[in-house]
């Protein structure tokens, strides 16, 4: 056989392997975006996921199309854009040939919250009620809004203590009443004495050591969950070579958390002179401000805020930078928050090294949650015994407690750290709603446990409650009355952790569907279920698989009669076979 009669025998494709770019989806993507050749800084890969929103926010979804010429326009491979387009929940990945989604997509929130006010009867009327070739019905997780439960979003707008009717109405007459949120401005705040701090920390008149002495003597601890203290954490980012980073958490998707929104909405210009005192205490390069998606309103109010600030003469352009998340519970964990920032899947990194050493683009990073930097300006300004001596029960400083649940007055109450539950019912929620009986409660959002009403006069704080296997977190505390089925809390709380696995690693991917399935039956295996959540513990890369049995395991441990009551049978037995036909 001769080399022409072998060449003859080769397949050809015709044309080069991948998808053919189409020119003019390159042209249109320019248009939307900016046109890359002339602003290179188009094509930094930290520009992703701003590129994705900018494209579903225009046409409602993304195709396989826009992905390809988005791919082209970063220099990206298209493995890459891919992956981090289909990570998030936020983005409708639309692949050749499928049908895009309806022009209307109703979210309805299934977190606890949601769940305890009948989100699951609400989606079921919605369901029925929509033709799905022209409305779209959802489930979608935590939506920041507990206190108003249950929440629906429709496109980009949030329906709060939503009704079918109302639904219905808004999604047939597309009126929405916008969302009002009535902040503090620039000039209000600095009559106050606003910004002055940080004036004075620029002119050198207060010192980093002074201001970190004052944070120390108030007891600041990061209010994001992890309760480390501020004033070391700074230590540790300014004892690392520069140039350094400081990036600021408001992705706070905990279900029953809403505080960071809260103050946010509040007075914006406290946050961000707070978040400014951090950068400049350790010199950071640029300081990023990572807010979650579902908090469309706040994303305008910050970027007021901060041109306010740019005018002004307080920041120089462009060092604050504000950036959207995608619905990514995982990147709260802060690797992953950095992970997001740089255009990729929000996967938690292993560690060490830490994002103080490691973080934002390689540099060292100082990653603060939003009520922490918060509070820096009044402790320097009223002084750290005022913060301190807010306490209660031996405890100090205040707390920002997101309550929802079964109480008549749920929402943001500021209170003393170490205040026991039954003290924040009756002192700051009106007590019980209507017909309800205190049962059980979680201190912590989904993953930090739950206690039984026996306990509810344990102080509420960091490190009180870990001898009980719960912890306060961001103190999202939700409260469940003696009509709630245990059940379906508990798999409701699971169901979210299954859902939000970043999938990276085994013991939390494989760990949390299995559990799941665990408690769907009637028949609990206390032996299987304490061996899973062990390995969960032990094994899992990040908090998320470490803490989401920590609910299950409060349930084993404080309420067997009640689930005995509930018809749930709680199985010790040794020699109890599971699935695969092994003890």
Known sequence: MTDQTVSSLRPRRGHPKGRDLSPVALVTLRALLGDERVQPGLRQRDQLLEHLHAIQDAHGYL??????????????????????????????????????????????????????????????????????????????????????????????????????????????????????????????????????????????????????????????????????????????????????????????????????????????????????????????QALYIYLRDEYPGLNRV?????????????????????????????????????????????????????????????????????ETVYWIAPIWHRGADWFAKQGRNGRSGLRSFSVSGRVKHPGVHLAPAGITLRELIDEYCGGMAEGHQLSAYLPGGASGGILPASKADIPLDFDTLQDHGS????????????????????????????????????????????????????DWDVGQLTRLAQVMQDASICGLGQAAPNPVLGLLKDFRAELAQQQIIVSDAANHVSERGTP
């Open 471 to 522: 912890f306060i977190g961001a103190a999202a505390v939700i409260v469940l009355s003696q009509q709630d089925n245990l059940q379906a809390v508990a798999t409701n709380l699971l169901a979210f952790f299954a859902d939000e696995s970043c999938g990276q690693c085994t013991p939390c991917r494989v760990g949390t569907e299995k559990m799941l399935t665990l408690l769907e039956r009637d």
């Open 63 to 284: 195709s396989m199309i826009e992905l390809r010429a988005l791919a082209a326009y970063m220099n990206l491979p298209m493995a890459a854009v891919y992956e981090t387009a289909t990570f998030y929940a936020h983005f409708d990945v639309i692949h050749d040939g499928e049908t895009p989604p309806p022009d209307t997509t109703v979210r309805v929130c299934d977190s606890l919250s949601c769940q305890l006010a009948g989100a699951a009867q609400l989606k079921a009327k919605l369901d029925a009620g929509f033709d799905p070739e022209t409305v779209r019905v959802l489930r979608a997780p935590c939506m920041g809004r507990c206190d108003s439960a249950p929440v629906v979003e429709i496109g980009h707008h949030h329906v709060q203590f939503a009704t079918p009717e109302g639904v219905e109405a808004i999604v047939d007459t597309g009126h929405f009443h916008p969302e009002a949120i009535l902040w503090q401005r620039l000039d209000t705040y600095q009559k106050e004495g606003g910004y002055q701090l940080l004036a004075e920390c620029r002119a050198g008149s207060i010192g980093i050591n002074a201001l970190m002495t004052t944070l120390e003597s108030a007891g600041l601890r990061g209010l994001g969950g992890a309760g480390f203290p501020t004033f070391k954490k700074w230590q540790f980012v300014r004892q690392e070579p520069g140039p350094r980073y400081c990036v600021i958490n408001a992705d706070e998707g905990e279900p029953g958390t809403f505080k960071d929104r809260y103050h946010l909405e509040k007075s914006p210009h406290q946050f961000l002179e707070g978040a400014l005192i951090s950068a400049w205490a350790i010199e950071a």
């Open 302 to 370: 910050l970027r007021e805020a901060i041109a306010e600030i740019e005018r002004a003469g307080l920041s120089e352009a462009g060092y604050i930078v504000l950036r959207r998340g995608a619905g990514a519970y995982i990147c709260g964990e802060e690797s992953a928050l950095i992970e997001s920032l740089e255009g990729k899947p929000g996967k938690p990194r292993h560690r060490p090294p830490y994002v103080a050493q490691q973080g934002l683009f390689g540099r060292p990073t100082l990653v603060n949650n939003v």
